[in-house]
T-cell receptor, first 114, second 108 residues
Framework: DAGVIQSPRHEVTEMGQEVTLRCKPI?????LFWYRQTMMRGLELLIY????????DSGMPEDRFSAKMPNASFSTLKIQPSEPRDSAVYFC????????????FGPGTRLTVL | ELKVEQNPLFLSMQEGKNYTIYCNYS?????LYWYRQDPGKSLESLFV?????AVKQEGRLMASLDTKARLSTLHITAAVHDLSATYFC????????FGKGTKLSVIP
């Protein structure tokens, strides 16, 4: 199994630009999670999906952030417009079931907003 | 709101020594996870502890769970340099909530 796949691995953009991060979960996993990791705030859950449906987006910092999961094998996290304080590592994780199974993390996308 | 607290946050230890990392959480939960993260890398699952009194061991690491005390420990035996990493505990309460992590440095 290829594991959770994220792209791009690194993204450098300028303030005000739109950024789209992509994730392919492990095949057969029904739950998908987006996290953000920074030195100051640690690991934060942004949003999670179960069977492609967003369940809890209370961790999304503001309206500039949006996430979609159009099918079981693909999800996107979009930031529009981006700001320097969005600079972080964004992880996608998937698990077989929503709240009781181990989550498997992707390699992460390191985002730098100048 | 669930709070997960780890201590210490930073740990520098010599090779061959033993030490314990503590994870306290604020709300009843019977499922706790330990993850490892190497610098610049992703998180790797180490242990899943499913019930009170659960103990799991892998190599030089042993994790235990006391749900009554809302406490988990990660014990390191005879540390080696390869164990240098950041260790996170995480607790399920509606969703997975992570502690801030313990950065472990094992010095020769």
């Amino acid at each position: 199994d290829a594991g959770v796949i994220q792209s791009p691995r690194h993204e450098v953009t300028e303030m005000g630009q739109e950024v789209t991060l992509r994730c392919k979960p492990i095949s057969g996993h029904n739950s998908l999670f987006w996290y953000r990791q920074t030195m100051m705030r640690g690991l934060e859950l942004l949003i999670y999906f179960n069977n492609n449906v967003p369940i809890d987006d209370s961790g999304m910092p503001e309206d500039r952030f949006s996430a979609k999961m159009p099918n079981a094998s693909f999800s996107t996290l979009k930031i529009q417009p981006s700001e320097p304080r969005d600079s972080a590592v964004y992880f996608c994780a998937s698990s077989p079931r929503i709240s009781t199974d181990t989550q498997y993390f992707g390699p992460g996308t390191r985002l730098t907003v100048l | 709101e669930l709070k997960v607290e780890q201590n210490p946050l930073f740990l520098s230890m010599q090779e061959g020594k033993n030490y314990t990392i503590y994870c306290n959480y604020s709300t009843t939960s019977d499922r706790l996870y330990w993850y490892r993260q190497d610098p610049g890398k992703s998180l790797e699952s180490l242990f899943v502890l499913l019930s009170n009194g659960a103990v799991k061991q892998e190599g030089r690491l042993m994790a235990s769970l006391d749900t009554k005390a809302r406490l988990s420990t990660l014990h390191i035996t005879a540390a080696v340099h390869d164990l240098s990493a950041t260790y996170f505990c995480a607790v399920i309460y509606y969703q997975l909530t992570f502690g801030k992590g313990t950065k472990l440095s094992v010095i020769p």
